[in-house]
């Protein structure tokens, strides 16, 4: 008994190991390319998006591709833009393209694609990322029932519409009424949270163009807030996809990938591998780039490359974004969707395995250590490139935590954000605070001598800092 509960035991601290070996070998790659992400979201202007997607030809395809891979790598936040962008006209193949190529063609994932599985997987994710789209974009115009995606698009406006339902302008999710403002032209807009809203103003605020932002505090200060947005979103799958990682690598026993997967070599093996690659995406609840480090498990358990690399296109065919599908457009477009999508990316994993090995790259795994024999903490140029990375992160984080640069004359004593007295306001022992949100304000009224200390206004020293940096 003792020896068993002694083996579980460094079994669990193996795969422990295992999981946060694999984040510390990618966490530069991920921070760079969220920050990298970040700048795009900031300064790449998305007005007008919705029109010039609204055309069913190669431009509208190929705009969709590039808009999609410019922006965020979180499948519920592809899927909520998508959503916004077909409310307002944009074609249903585009909308699809949107969503593939921001989850399937960003700085992040393709970084930490080749750390964790090497170059081969993310040429197959490039290349398998166009050819998910051309393959879809197929499939869409020969099946595509018109009708019903019109339907659907008139029951999304009216539903909305009955609901006070809005859309924030800002990552395409829904609005909420605690976090609205009146633009000068008497429009009211929502947001989902504090922070969209705060981009909103920081928009409208800004002067000048990319150049002079990022010479100021204030162009910092919004790259900090977005990626603090970045972070809010994918976090939870990734460190899930981690541990999950090096817990299959560990507990699942050879015999059940033997028997979910078809061993050996052909067109049926690597068709049959491609199918179940995608069936146990779905079934992993596991999205974003958190699937990546779940790919390695399944690489180090024999998988085929058709099978690892069809897996990392399905994340946006999880359980839990299949919901999203159903909740906005309802179950015949969610079925539609799950149909198309499974079809192509079990079949662009098929395909890409045949195309490489008919190219003599499919990577070869007995030539490489395994997960349990790598060495994942040492003196290298990881580790230096995560000190970077960090300090990075850190100084991006302490612009927008310090309020460098942002709008507003007062601060929130929960949360450190600045706030220009518009929202929410208590008064504490005759003075008169100001929240973000109504959250922050609950934190307030509930432990008040916690908070009351910090003085409501911005001092004159810290604004005049935010126009020093030029």
């Known amino acids: 008994m003792v020896y068993m509960e002694t083996a579980l035991t460094s079994a669990v601290l193996e795969a422990v190991r295992i999981g946060v070996g694999f984040l510390w070998t990618a966490a530069w790659a991920i921070i760079m390319g969220l920050l990298v992400t970040?700048?795009?979201?900031?300064?790449?202007?998305?007005?007008?998006?919705?029109?010039?997607?609204?055309?069913?030809?190669?431009?509208?395809?190929v705009k969709a591709t590039v808009f999609g891979a410019a922006s965020s790598g979180c499948s519920f936040g592809a899927v909520a833009i998508a959503k916004g962008l077909f409310k307002k006209g944009a074609h249903v193949v585009n909308v699809l393209a949107f969503m593939f190529a921001s989850t399937n063609l960003i700085v992040e994932l393709g970084l930490m694609i080749l750390l964790l599985l090497g170059w081969e997987f993310l040429l197959a994710e490039i290349l398998g990322g166009l050819v998910l789209i051309a393959v879809m974009a197929l499939i869409v115009s020969a099946t595509l029932p018109e009708?019903?995606?019109?339907?659907?698009?008139?029951?999304?406006?009216?539903?909305?519409?009955?609901?006070?339902?809005?859309?924030?302008?800002?990552?395409?999710m829904e609005g909420k009424d605690e976090y609205s403002l009146v633009t000068d032209g008497g429009e009211t807009v929502k947001f989902c949270s504090a922070g969209c809203l705060e981009t909103y103003q920081q928009a409208v605020a800004s002067s000048g163009g990319w150049r002079d932002e990022l010479l100021s505090w204030g162009g910092w200060y919004k790259v900090g807030n977005q990626y603090r947005k970045e972070w809010s979103m994918i976090w939870k799958d990734v460190v899930a996809g981690f541990l999950i990682s090096g817990f299959v690598i560990v507990f699942v026993p050879q015999w059940v990938w033997n028997g979910l997967f078809l061993q050996g070599d052909g067109l049926l093996v690597s068709a049959e591998n491609a199918v179940m690659g995608v069936?146990?995406?779905?079934?992993?609840?596991?999205?974003?780039?958190?699937?990546v480090p779940f790919a390695v498990a399944l690489w180090s358990g024999g998988i085929s490359f058709a099978g690892v690399i069809a897996f990392v296109y399905a994340d946006l065919i999880t359980i839990p974004?299949?919901?999203?599908?159903?909740?906005?457009?309802?179950?015949?477009?969610?079925?539609?969707?799950?149909?198309?999508?499974f079809v192509t990316m079990a079949f662009t994993g098929f395909l890409m395995e045949e195309v490489f090995t008919l190219l003599g790259i499919v990577p070869d795994l007995a030539g490489g250590q395994t997960a349990t024999e790598q060495t994942y903490f040492a003196f290298d140029y990881t580790f230096y490139l995560n000190v970077l990375a960090f300090a990075l992160s850190g100084f991006v984080l302490s612009v927008y935590?310090?309020?460098?640069?942002?709008?507003?004359?007062?601060?929130?004593?929960?949360?450190?954000?600045?706030?220009?007295?518009?929202?929410?306001?208590?008064?504490?022992?005759?003075e008169t605070y100001y929240f973000c949100s109504d959250h922050c304000k609950r934190s307030f009224e509930e432990r008040p001598g916690e908070f009351s200390h910090q003085h409501p206004a911005v001092s004159a020293q810290e604004s005049s800092r935010s126009h020093e940096y030029h």
């Open 38 to 61: 970040s700048l795009v979201q900031v300064y790449v202007s998305k007005e007008r998006m919705a029109r010039l997607l609204g055309d069913d030809d190669l431009n509208g395809l």
């Open 321 to 341: 974004v299949l919901n999203v599908y159903r909740k906005y457009y309802g179950w015949k477009v969610m079925l539609y969707i799950l149909g198309v999508f």
């Open 147 to 172: 009708t019903l995606f019109e339907e659907v698009r008139a029951e999304l406006d009216q539903r909305d519409h009955e609901h006070g339902i809005t859309e924030d302008p800002t990552c395409g």
């Open 401 to 430: 935590r310090r309020g460098l640069g942002a709008p507003g004359q007062y601060r929130d004593p929960v949360c450190g954000m600045r706030t220009d007295g518009s929202g929410p306001s208590a008064t504490h022992d005759g």
């Open 279 to 291: 069936t146990i995406a779905v079934l992993s609840f596991v999205g974003s780039i958190g699937n």
